[in-house]
């Protein structure tokens, strides 16, 4: 079974483009909610081995879009959390140079960034990704989807644009959330670690392995 991951922050250290109240909601009962979702459908299969990449993989491949839905929420979150910093970071290395390259330097990322998300109709992510030869893009994905269906490329931020990611901080401001948000919580260290797998040059993150259910205990 997969466990909730803990935060690698307070839930006060987003204030205030995040609110503790909002992280407190977000992580604990929406994330917390997909995982638990994701344990019961898993439970009668008896499988408390594969990886979560595999397991959405597997159920985009079965259409089994209840399974994909849960599984893809508990992995977009995860990272969603890990891909933000309590402290305000800038690129830095072959990140920012590739950034100049393909926006004309972060002002640009961010313009691109804040324009695909909020344009995004309805719940999704927006996403920074890079492919195999280095290149950076900006693309959204909607409800559950994630970046593993794009064979090739790897990601290295991504922003929650679901409703429950801003409303009690942001109202309907999307855009206002994105603004705030790409300036100050991006991870740049998280992201340069990703880039540097894109590159071939280290592993990229994956989810924290699940772990074997608890014995049930039955009556004799
Ligand atoms: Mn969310």
């Given at each position: 079974m997969?466990?909730l991951?803990?935060?690698?922050y307070a839930?006060?250290?987003l204030?205030?483009v995040?609110?503790?109240?909002?992280?407190?909601?977000?992580?604990?009962?929406?994330?917390?909610?997909y995982?638990?979702?994701l344990?019961?459908l898993?439970?009668?299969?008896?499988?408390?081995?594969?990886?979560?990449?595999?397991?959405?993989l597997e159920?985009s491949?079965?259409t089994?879009?209840?399974?994909?839905n849960?599984?893809?929420?508990?992995l977009?979150?995860s990272?969603?959390w890990?891909a933000?910093?309590?402290?305000?970071e800038?690129?830095s290395?072959?990140?920012?140079v590739?950034i100049d390259?393909?926006?004309?330097?972060?002002a640009?990322?961010?313009t691109a960034?804040?324009?695909?998300?909020a344009?995004?109709?309805g719940?999704?992510?927006?996403?920074?990704?890079a492919?195999q030869i280095g290149?950076?893009?900006v693309?959204?994905t909607?409800?559950?989807?994630d970046?593993?269906?794009?064979?090739g490329?790897t990601?290295l931020?991504?922003?929650?644009l679901?409703?429950?990611?801003y409303?009690?901080d942001?109202?309907?401001?999307?855009?206002?959330?994105?603004?705030a948000?790409f300036d100050?919580?991006?991870?740049w260290?998280f992201?340069?670690?990703?880039?540097?797998?894109?590159e071939g040059?280290?592993?990229?993150?994956r989810?924290?392995?699940?772990t074997?259910?608890?014995?049930q205990h039955k009556?004799?």
């Amino acid at each position: 079974m997969f466990a909730l991951p803990d935060l690698p922050y307070a839930y006060g250290a987003l204030e205030p483009v995040i609110s503790e109240r909002t992280l407190r909601l977000h992580h604990d009962k929406h994330h917390g909610a997909y995982v638990n979702a994701l344990n019961t459908l898993l439970e009668p299969t008896g499988d408390s081995s594969t990886a979560l990449e595999d397991v959405i993989l597997e159920a985009s491949r079965a259409t089994d879009r209840k399974l994909f839905n849960n599984a893809a929420q508990a992995l977009n979150h995860s990272f969603f959390w890990i891909a933000m910093s309590a402290g305000r970071e800038l690129p830095s290395g072959t990140l920012a140079v590739a950034i100049d390259a393909a926006f004309g330097g972060l002002a640009g990322l961010k313009t691109a960034f804040i324009a695909e998300g909020a344009a995004h109709f309805g719940s999704g992510w927006v996403w920074l990704a890079a492919d195999q030869i280095g290149g950076l893009r900006v693309l959204a994905t909607h409800d559950a989807n994630d970046t593993l269906s794009h064979a090739g490329l790897t990601p290295l931020l991504v922003c929650d644009l679901w409703e429950h990611a801003y409303y009690l901080d942001h109202q309907n401001d999307r855009k206002g959330y994105l603004d705030a948000w790409f300036d100050v919580l991006p991870s740049w260290e998280f992201a340069s670690a990703q880039y540097a797998a894109a590159e071939g040059r280290s592993a990229p993150w994956r989810h924290p392995a699940p772990t074997p259910a608890p014995l049930q205990h039955k009556a004799a």
